[in-house]
């Protein structure tokens, strides 16, 4: 338990949009105190590494499977929003990649569907497995999962992530294929500009809210508890991507600095940021479920101490360690006597000298 989280006042109000200015302010102060405790920086590198070795898999897995029927000019909807979220030289890596899949004949395609589900799997598996011990920190758990529990977990969500990108490709080509093919070609311009914005906003927002659903090894916290690090996660990581992209267009010397890996260094600098606001985002969920005595686990209510959740418990711990401590400190009687303790004699006060005459 930190430290600085000892001196806060509770409530029992059972939603955060519930909180006064004065208790978002408490948790708010924690969060940063608590990002700063935890190192949420450094254990987001690690996660932005594991992510990095997953992307191009990802891509190439996902892509693949539409390289018989699709053509780089499909994509362009995808292509355009991506590119205006990363940085130019970022950006240059994923467009190459992408391109090359889609344009491999039917026979390697098949080919690498298979190398690059397993490397997916793989790589994002640890990227996933990385994100889910960052959750236990921001959740303050111990993971006491079985590791086959744990693993279905993360293997779950890495198939999930597929599956996902898969719907995600299909909704953006088919939709405007299909309004081109009756007739509506306007509205096939608009579905085009606005599907990948989007589906993009709400995978981003539902993988979020998987991951603090199923991240940390806890019982899992009520919907409305999940909410405010969503919002947080997902406004952040919009204006840091588009800032982040301005900033290496106008300021940044990534290229003199690094020279021909510059375009890694820049993806792996937007994946660590995107790592970032996703652990924050759960930190901050953390300390609203602190901030109250309400149960926020779901399920019916529970009394403190029996919920499964070290923030949802917290008040109970707490109060536990106020009574001992009140114990301890608290003034107490004369100490009894061991049997066969000896009664040292009584030492005598100063007596007046004798007056010398």
């Not at 793989?122 to 693993?151: C, H, K, Q, T, W």
Request: hydrophobic fraction near 50%; charge should be negative; aromatic fraction near 12%.
């Amino acid at each position: 338990m930190k430290e600085f989280t000892r001196d806060f006042e509770q409530t029992d109000v059972d939603s955060p949009w519930k909180y006064s200015g004065g208790d978002w302010f408490s948790v708010l102060k924690r969060t940063w105190l608590a990002a700063h405790h935890d190192n949420v920086s450094v254990i987001a590198a690690g996660v932005a590494f594991f992510s990095l070795l997953a992307v191009f898999p990802l891509i190439s897995a996902a892509l693949s499977t539409f390289s018989y029927f699709a053509n780089p000019g499909d994509v362009d909807g995808i292509i355009d929003t991506v590119a205006s979220l990363l940085p130019g030289e970022a950006f240059s890596i994923l467009e190459g990649q992408v391109t090359s899949v889609l344009s491999a004949p039917p026979s390697n395609a098949s080919f690498g569907i298979f190398i690059s589900l397993g490397i997916a799997f793989f790589s994002a598996g640890a990227g996933i497995r990385a994100m889910m011990r960052a959750m236990n920190v921001a959740y303050e758990e111990i993971e006491d999962r079985n590791p086959l529990v744990f693993l279905l977990y993360a293997t779950l969500m890495t198939l999930g992530s597929l599956i996902f990108v898969w719907i995600s490709l299909l909704v953006i080509i088919g939709v405007p294929a299909a309004l081109t093919y009756a007739h509506l070609e306007g509205s096939a311009q608009i579905a085009t500009r606005i599907l990948p914005w989007v589906l993009l906003v709400t995978v981003f927002c539902f993988a979020c809210g998987v991951m603090y659903r199923f991240g940390p090894s806890r019982r899992p916290a009520r919907k409305r508890w999940l909410f405010p690090g969503i919002a947080f996660a997902l406004v952040s990581w919009m204006s840091i991507s588009f800032g982040f992209s301005k900033f290496v267009q106008q300021f940044g010397n990534y290229n003199e600095t690094f020279g021909g890996l510059a375009s890694v260094v820049i993806l792996l600098v937007w994946l660590w940021l995107t790592a970032t606001v996703v652990i924050l985002g759960a930190q901050i969920n953390s300390e609203l479920e602190r901030q109250t005595i309400a149960d926020t686990t779901r399920g019916p209510a529970r009394p403190l101490g029996k919920r499964g959740a070290a923030m949802a418990d917290f008040v109970a711990k707490f109060t536990a360690q106020k009574v001992l401590m009140t114990e301890v400190s608290a003034p107490s009687g004369p100490e009894p006597m061991a049997e066969g303790q000896i009664i040292p004699d009584e030492v005598p006060g100063p007596t007046a000298d004798p007056k010398i005459t």
